[in-house]
């Protein structure tokens, strides 16, 4: 019954019933009157012709009863009588023999009283002896001015009400036919009205579930068509809309995801509602397990303070997580209204800027350190030779000697300095060539035999049998593969070897220089590409080594594409690899 159908049907049943029901009650109405005053006229007329046609000829009793019977009997249903002025029957169509009916009726008395009276519903018996409900109606004859006889004249009521049962039963017939055939016809009109509307309810229902590609027929150009047109307008508006938010969303999500910074997001209530792969990776945290306190734990923020902050307003720090430097930035976002509606977090890995910064320091204090320890020795020499060595011959050409050696150090290190600072700033232009790496090889182990001779050392290179081609500066390569061989010659006690050998992969050709020296341990392979980074420092210098030649060979091979690699054990050997990119025509 809560459907607008069954209401509109009920609607239209009991206005049918209402219309039919009075226009019902009307009729019978109507008919009664109508069939009273007929039925009236018809006891005057018979009241008439009584006086007119009977009373006229009235003569003694007995042959009048007679002829007032022959003249009037009509039907059990109609009597006619005729009463004296004292109201005793004179004459009766009821009865043929005496006792005649005695009548006490308000009709008689009123006629009696010189008024002509109706009178309905009085039950009494016809002349059969049944009961029968009468319509009466008495006048007075007046003789001479004087009412000398009564009239009473009545009617059977039976055939009138019959007539107006009648009526009735056919009226009731008709409600029922009517209601049964408004009920089909109001049916399938509340069905046709409300058809769309149940179509309109379902694809509503379906918008809501997402799905939005539905298009309703338009049948009608009335309001309910005006409304499905307008709908479909609607699906197919919001339809676009949703599809480029989803579109917008999926972008920002992507770009989000793939960002090298975290982000998160807070709403007002402090719950995390959106975290990006590297937040989840820099704050260690899966799903969306993360409350906004942990994270001011982590970081170290004052949780209120940033929920204080205004729009436009940014607070930032830096804090270690494992090995990692981050920096988290937090800035309020606002709604519509301008209103603050939550935190975005956006969280940085700094630890390469802090490296390099460390590197920087470190750098600064290395160069000073390094040089400042050949400026004392030059300092100190310099004075001593000013307050009079300068006159002993041979101790002043020794100073003077080791003055000089330490300048030359200096020089060294000034010149691998400048060298990687222009290395570093790209000042460095390349002359790359295709170059054979065989003659490359044979050149530096040639020149190295001799140097490594003098140490009692053995140096031996075994060629390949192919031609490796590279594209390579040679001088620059020539500078590595010096500084490599040196060095391994350089960290072997005497009497070792130093091997130069070479191997072919897919892509790279491959050098390997392998001595059986001091070796490197492995907490120091890592570093010992960095600048001024030596294992034994004292050694080293000692050695006229300035701890930069690796990181410059280093260097030098990234730029050609290539790259130097160290497997060494303390004690038992170094192995430097070099790798070198095929030369591709
Ligand atoms: P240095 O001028 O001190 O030789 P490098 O940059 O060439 O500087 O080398 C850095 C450090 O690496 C050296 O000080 C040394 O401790 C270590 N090293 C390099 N090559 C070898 C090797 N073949 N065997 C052992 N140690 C080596």
């Not at 182990?445 to 140490?455: D, Q």
């Not at 960290?491 to 491959?510: A, H, I, R």
């Not at 001024?532 to 091979?557: C, H, N, P, Q, W």
């Amino acid at each position: 019954m809560r459907s607008i159908k069954w209401k509109l049907v009920l609607l239209y049943l009991v206005i049918i019933f209402v219309v039919m029901l009075l226009s019902g009650i009307y009729i019978i109405v109507q008919t009664q009157n109508n069939e009273m005053k007929k039925a009236k006229n018809e006891l005057e007329q018979y009241a008439t012709r009584i006086q007119e046609q009977v009373l006229e000829s009235y003569d003694g009793e007995e042959n009048f009863q007679q002829a007032f019977r022959k003249t009037l009997l009509t039907s059990a249903s109609l009597q006619g009588n005729i009463l004296n002025e004292k109201g005793e029957t004179i004459a009766t169509t009821v009865s043929s023999v005496k006792p005649y009916p005695n009548y006490k009726y308000s009709v008689i008395i009123s006629a009696m009283t010189g008024a002509p009276a109706f009178s309905t519903g009085k039950i009494g018996v016809d002349n059969q002896g049944f009961l029968r409900e009468w319509l009466s109606y008495a006048t007075p004859v007046s003789v001479d001015g004087k009412i000398k006889y009564i009239i009473f004249v009545r009617m059977d009521t039976k055939n009138i009400k019959d007539g107006i049962q009648q009526t009735k039963i056919t009226i009731f017939t008709a409600l029922i036919f009517t209601l049964v055939a408004a009920s089909v016809l109001s049916y399938i009109f509340a069905r046709t009205l409300t058809e769309p509307i149940i179509i309109l309810t379902r694809r509503a229902r379906d918008l809501a579930r997402g799905h939005l590609n539905q298009v309703i027929p338009v049948k009608s150009d009335d309001e309910v068509g005006q409304l499905t047109g307008n709908f479909n307008y609607m699906a197919k508006e919001l339809n676009r809309t949703i599809e480029s938010m989803t579109r917008e969303k999926s972008k920002l999500e992507a770009v989000l995801h793939n960002m090298a910074d975290g982000v998160l997001a807070f709403d007002y209530n402090r719950n995390l509602i959106h975290a990006n792969q590297m937040s989840k990776e820099f704050l260690e945290f899966s799903d969306m397990n993360l409350s906004f306190q942990e994270l001011a734990e982590k970081t170290g923020v004052n949780e209120e303070e940033v929920y204080m902050l205004l729009p436009e307003e940014t607070k930032e720090t830096t804090f270690a997580i494992e090995d990692r430097y981050i920096n988290a930035s937090f800035a309020p976002y606002t709604n519509n209204e301008n209103i603050i509606d939550g935190i975005v977090v956006v969280l940085q890995d700094i630890t390469k800027h802090k490296i390099l910064e460390e590197m920087r320091k470190e750098f600064v204090a290395n160069v000073s350190h390094e040089l400042r320890t050949p400026l004392a020795t030059i300092k100190s020499y310099s004075e001593t030779l000013m307050n009079g060595a300068i006159d002993e011959r041979e101790i002043a050409a020794d100073f003077l000697k080791i003055i000089n050696s330490e300048v030359d150090r200096m020089t060294f290190i000034v010149k691998d300095l400048l060298q990687l600072s222009r290395l570093d700033s790209r000042q460095t232009s390349f002359d790359k060539k295709e170059v054979v790496l065989n003659d490359l090889l044979e050149e530096n182990t040639n020149k190295n035999r001799i140097l490594a001779a003098n140490k009692n050392q053995l140096l031996i290179y075994i060629a390949p049998k192919a031609t490796m081609t590279v594209e390579v500066d040679a001088q620059r390569i020539n500078q590595v593969l010096n500084n490599i061989i040196t060095n391994a010659y350089k960290y072997s006690p005497e009497g070792t070897l130093v091997k130069v050998s070479t191997e072919e992969t897919d892509k790279y050709y491959k050098v390997h220089i392998k001595d059986n020296g001091i070796g490197i341990p492995k907490e120091h392979q890592k570093r010992i590409f960095e600048r001024f980074y030596r294992v034994d420092k004292a050694r080293s210098r000692e050695m006229g080594g300035t701890g930069l030649g690796l990181s410059i060979a280093k260097e030098i091979m990234t730029e050609h594409g290539g790259n130097i690699t160290v497997e060494s054990e303390q004690d038992k050997g170094t192995i430097m690899t070099l790798h070198f990119p095929k030369y591709v025509k």
